[in-house]
């Protein structure tokens, strides 16, 4: 193990529920205020920024779930606890709110577990945002996203929205819901891209936790890999891009999960990756 490296499994959450898989793989994060739809407080989304910014040393968590508690995923700022705090700041402390947030974004990108978001009733503003930072986004029949922040006076650029639900739904789709404010339908998200499937109410928690296992019991080195060139890409160009690849990829070939997976398929067997 690297000295950087430490388990995660007894990580101790004081704003959100975190709980592991007994092998420490699979980490739950559940956004638990029902009552007030799962909200995000000031310390809530400090807390998020620095555990994704901490799991880049994590010796154990190779997927993590993003879930909400009671129905709901999280309808974005805490009115009270943030949005009427924020009318009373100076310009120098309301960028460092909004670096601080922006902040959450790229710790969620840069982690290299792969994200399963699992999105079921409201979805708005800043949790929209934290939906479309995971990397896969299940939803339910029940699922309304609404990027909201025109409704409160202020721009669509928020926290990345601009740069990043394009690349998701195309330009046209996120420029409306940008401008205006809607919610998108779970039936608009599942044939814009947004959700990569949709799931009954019920089903939802198990089916997010079976693709989290999936990806957990998978060539952990070369999902982190992917992981990577899928964030970086965007800024290259196609010789860049290619690269790159070759480079990541002949980086994988040198795990022993490259050496098993061939040895598996000889002997017409499962592979069983572990990760190096």
């Known amino acids: 193990m690297n000295q950087d490296q430490r388990p995660f499994a007894s990580y101790g959450a004081r704003h959100f529920r975190w709980q592991c898989s007994d092998d420490g793989r699979v980490a739950t994060i559940t956004l638990d205020r029902p009552e ?18 901490a799991l880049v040393h994590a010796s154990d968590v190779r997927t993590v779930v993003l879930i909400g508690a009671g129905g709901n995923f999280c309808s974005g700022g805490d009115v009270f606890e943030i949005i009427e705090p924020l009318t009373r700041l100076p310009a120098p402390e309301l960028l460092r709110f909004t670096r601080m947030t922006g902040d959450l974004v ?5 982690a290299p577990q792969p994200i399963v978001a699992a999105v079921d009733g409201v979805c708005a503003g800043a949790g929209a945002m934290i939906a479309l930072a995971a990397d896969l986004r299940l939803g339910t029949p029940q699922a309304k996203t609404a990027f909201l922040f025109t409704r409160v006076g202020l721009a669509g650029a928020d926290m990345g929205a601009c740069g990043l639900l394009p690349r998701v739904i195309g330009q046209g789709r996120a420029a409306e819901l940008l401008y205006n404010g809607r919610s998108m339908s779970a039936d608009e998200g599942l044939a814009w891209g947004w959700f990569n499937a949709l799931h009954a109410r019920e089903d939802l928690p198990a089916r997010a936790e079976a693709q989290a296992r999936a990806l957990a019991d998978g060539p952990w080195f070369a999902h982190t890999m992917t992981k990577t060139m899928l964030n970086q890409e965007w800024a290259m160009g196609i010789d860049e891009m290619i690269e790159s690849e070759a480079q990541a990829q002949a980086l994988c070939m040198l795990t022993q999960d490259f050496r098993r997976a061939f040895d598996a398929f000889a002997a017409r067997r499962t592979p069983k990756f572990e990760g190096n």
């Open 36 to 53: 007030k739809k799962n909200p995000l407080t000031f310390d809530s989304y400090a807390e998020l920024r620095d555990l994704f910014r």
């Open 106 to 110: 790229k710790a969620m990108k840069r």
